[in-house]
């Protein structure tokens, strides 16, 4: 696997990052020599300044404390990928893998193995838990997303090596219903550092230590003991500065608003939060919307949603037979649990 580095540029904003995992998607063949099985693989880690990142399906208001973020200097934006609302800050790790394959469950589970991986080789029982999520102790330390794009597959996740958890409380707005999913009361007690878990078994680890510790894990060469790496030109900054600019449309970040007649939230397991918005003329569906923290494997989800049920009367057995069999493009889902939302 390929370790992409920067030159000096200094720290920038976290949609930069993104928009440098699109780049290298983008770049991937000129950048990365396939391996021994044909297949080419990137990685790299940053850091940000205290940031939310809210899921491509979110709504902003309702999953980050705007006043707190905009009182204390916290950034906020919108990423491409699904899952759920996540802080940042100098104490979390941030960590990107790109690879060529369009196998998104594989690629995804694949990853998240390796994230395991890499803490349990540093004595820490880590797991991989649910559909994204890495454990210690039954707390989290890293949580994961993915891209879907049409040659390949960008995975990203955190990993919290000494976040500031205050916060990271103060600025994120989880559901009650995410919460309690966990088996928790709170956001602050499903989370835990990384710093303090190597404490407790004897292994203190500075932060540019483990640093460096991922970027080996995950790319030195078996053969040569170094790292493989290549780093990026200035003409490729600038590229990377042109594909920011959609993550800065406010447009983008705001997201799609539109008035319904009803809304409907519940959780599937294995799959996410969903909340479904139909407008209706009548008793007859017009309009549908879905938001929530789920993990699309195909662009369009809404789209297939709508298009399936719009000009059906809000029955059930008419919503049942349209959506019979019916793969909206959703990690997890039969979409038959959508009719147990709306019909709960």
């Known amino acids: 696997m390929k ?16 928009a440098m ?8 063949s000129a950048l990365v020599s396939p391996s021994a099985t044909g297949e080419r693989e990137a990685f790299f880690i940053w850091q940000v300044p205290p940031t939310v ?3 491509r399906n979110q709504v902003m208001d309702a999953e980050v404390n705007l006043d707190y973020c905009k009182q204390n200097n916290v950034y906020f934006f919108r990423r491409k990928s699904g899952g759920g609302c996540v802080y940042a800050d100098m104490g979390n790790v941030m960590l990107s893998y790109v690879c060529d394959s369009t196998d998104v469950g594989f690629t995804f589970s694949r990853f998240i193995s390796r994230v395991e991986l890499a803490l349990r080789r540093i004595g820490l029982d ?5 559909r994204n999520d890495v454990m210690i102790g039954g707390k989290k330390v890293s949580g994961n997303a993915f ?3 049409p040659k390949g597959s960008i995975v990203h996740g955190t990993m919290m090596y000494n976040v500031d958890f205050d916060a990271l409380e103060n600025a994120i707005t989880p559901s009650a219903g995410k919460v309690a999913s966990k088996g928790v009361n709170s956001v602050r007690s499903h989370v835990t550092n990384i710093k303090k878990e190597l404490e407790a078994v004897g292994r203190p680890m500075d932060l540019e230590t483990f640093k460096d510790y991922l970027v080996r894990f995950f790319c030195i060469n078996p053969e040569t003991g170094v790292v493989d790496r290549t780093v990026l030109t200035e003409k490729d900054l600038a ?15 705001n997201g ?5 007649s009803l809304e409907f939230d519940g959780r599937v397991e294995g799959a996410g939060e969903f909340k479904i918005k139909i407008g209706l003329e009548g008793n007859i569906i017009r309009t549908v919307g879905l938001e929530g923290d789920f993990f699309q494997t195909a662009d369009g989800a809404e789209g297939k949603l709508e298009a399936a ?13 349209a959506l019979a069999n019916k793969d909206l493009g959703i990690m997890g889902l039969d979409s038959q649990k959508l009719i147990e939302i709306i019909f709960k």
């Open 3 to 18: 370790h992409i580095a920067l030159p000096e540029i200094g720290q920038q904003r976290l949609v930069w990052y993104l």
């Open 21 to 28: 995992e699109e780049f290298v998607a983008g770049n991937l």
């Open 256 to 260: 799609r608003h539109h008035s319904y």
């Open 147 to 149: 891209t879907l794009l």
């Open 126 to 130: 880590a797991r991989a838990s649910g």
């Open 53 to 55: 990142i809210f899921g």
């Open 239 to 253: 590229e990377i500065d042109r594909l920011e600019a959609a993550y800065l449309d406010p447009d983008f970040l």
């Open 309 to 321: 049920i719009k000009g059906l009367p809000l029955e059930k057995d008419a919503i049942c037979s």
